[in-house]
T-cell receptor
Framework: ETGVTQTPRHLVMGMTNKKSLKCEQH?????MYWYKQSAKKPLELMFV???????ENNSVPSRFSPECPNSSHLFLHLHTLQPEDSALYLC?????????????FGQGTRLTVV | DAKTTQPPSMDCAEGRAANLPCNHS???????VYWYRQIHSQGPQYIIH???NNETNEMASLIITEDRKSSTLILPHATLRDTAVYYC???????????????FGQGTILTVHP
């Protein structure tokens, strides 16, 4: 248990569906991240939120829409996804932006787009 | 952030020390060396980090060469549960726009066998 909880753990959705991934952290951190891990590829950073403000968007398609309503919660809204978006989506948090601290990861959501 | 080079895979016998090398020859003076591991289908787990001095915690030891161009993660008594992908990451002080984000490479697949 890392203190970062992601739900659901597994999700199967059709290409026309709309779904949301949820991440919650109880560590008092003020920076949160979404990463994507496709099969046999390194983790790719998607979004960074610091103090509830999006500070980085790494050329992610608009069919992925993040939301950070408060410092403890992070969502990733999904719509009209493609089969190649099937991957493990990981949320992380850290005590950024100042200081050198480790990031804590959730267990991830295994997404399958059919 | 500086790039790192790790062997793609390593084997270790259970109960023996596992020594995982990492080269980071372009590391800058303000960059830290972080180690994470990812057990199959789980989120990455923080292990240890350091700047220039050797570090030890309950999980592992980190040995950084004097010129800081390489480091070694040591798991003193490897168990079967230590089988995972180990990532060596170099990251600058989390100020400005770098926050706590991590850039993952391919890592080293460590297999601990009986």
């Amino acid at each position: 248990e890392t203190g970062v909880t992601q739900t659901p753990r597994h999700l199967v959705m059709g290409m026309t569906n709309k779904k949301s991934l949820k991440c919650e952290q109880h560590l008092g951190h003020n920076a949160m991240y979404w990463y994507k891990q496709s099969a046999k590829k390194p983790l790719e950073l998607m979004f960074v939120y610091s103090l509830e403000e999006r500070v980085e968007n790494n050329s992610v398609p608009s069919r992925f829409s993040p939301e950070c309503p408060n410092s403890s919660h992070l969502f990733l809204h999904l719509h009209t996804l493609q089969p190649e978006d099937s991957a493990l989506y990981l949320c992380a948090s850290s005590q950024g932006p100042t200081g050198v601290t480790e990031a804590f990861f959730g267990q991830g959501t295994r997404l399958t787009v059919v | 952030d500086a790039k790192t080079t790790q062997p793609p895979s390593m084997d270790c016998a259970e109960g023996r020390a596992a020594n995982l090398p990492c080269n980071h020859s372009t590391i800058s003076g303000n960059e830290y060396v972080y180690w994470y591991r990812q057990i199959h289908s789980q989120g990455p787990q923080y292990i240890i980090h350091g700047l220039k001095n050797n570090e030890t915690n309950e999980m592992a030891s980190l040995i950084i060469t004097e010129d800081r161009k390489s480091s070694t993660l040591i798991l003193p008594h490897a168990t079967l549960r230590d089988t995972a992908v180990y990532y060596c990451i170099v990251r600058a002080y989390a100020g400005g726009t770098s926050y706590g984000k991590l850039t993952f490479g391919q890592g080293t697949i460590l297999t601990v066998h009986p």
